[in-house]
């Protein structure tokens, strides 16, 4: 079964850190790019970062840049959201995503979804 697996998510107070991880089942990513989106509630599934399948080129939404930094670890299967300066507009649903001919923050563009991981920011 093809699938993707996040994990890292929970409660932190603003100004902390979390590392969101997300790994494949069935699939290698080596040939996919990765992304990661999020959805709070009441509102559209937003794009937060994406990075490519060759040369490692990142791209990332305005409200994120600076804090969070997108990686991938082809050997691990394994993409990775590392989010610093949390702040409490951040809560959401994180979701990976990976897709074969895919760029860029547009969610139709992602073949293959994972169930998505609980991020809190608050005091």
């Known amino acids: 079964q093809l699938q993707l697996v996040e994990s890292g998510g929970g409660l932190v107070q603003p100004g902390g850190s979390l590392r969101l991880s997300c790994t494949a089942a069935?699939?290698?990513?080596?040939?996919?790019?990765i992304a990661w989106f999020r959805q709070a509630p009441g509102k559209e599934r937003e794009g937060v970062s994406c990075?490519?399948?060759?040369?490692?080129?990142?791209l990332y939404a305005d409200s994120v840049k600076g804090r969070f930094t997108i990686s991938r670890d082809n050997a691990k299967n394994t993409g990775y959201l590392q989010m610093n300066s949390l702040e409490p507009e951040d809560t959401a649903i994180y979701y990976c995503?990976?897709?074969?001919?895919?760029?860029?923050?547009?969610?139709?563009?992602?073949?293959?979804w994972g169930q998505g991981t609980q991020v809190t920011v608050s005091s």
């Open positions: 069935g699939f290698t990513l080596d040939y996919y790019a």
């Open positions: 995503a990976a897709g074969v001919w895919a760029w860029g923050l547009t969610p139709t563009d992602y073949d293959y």
């Open positions: 990075i490519n399948s060759s040369d490692g080129t990142t």
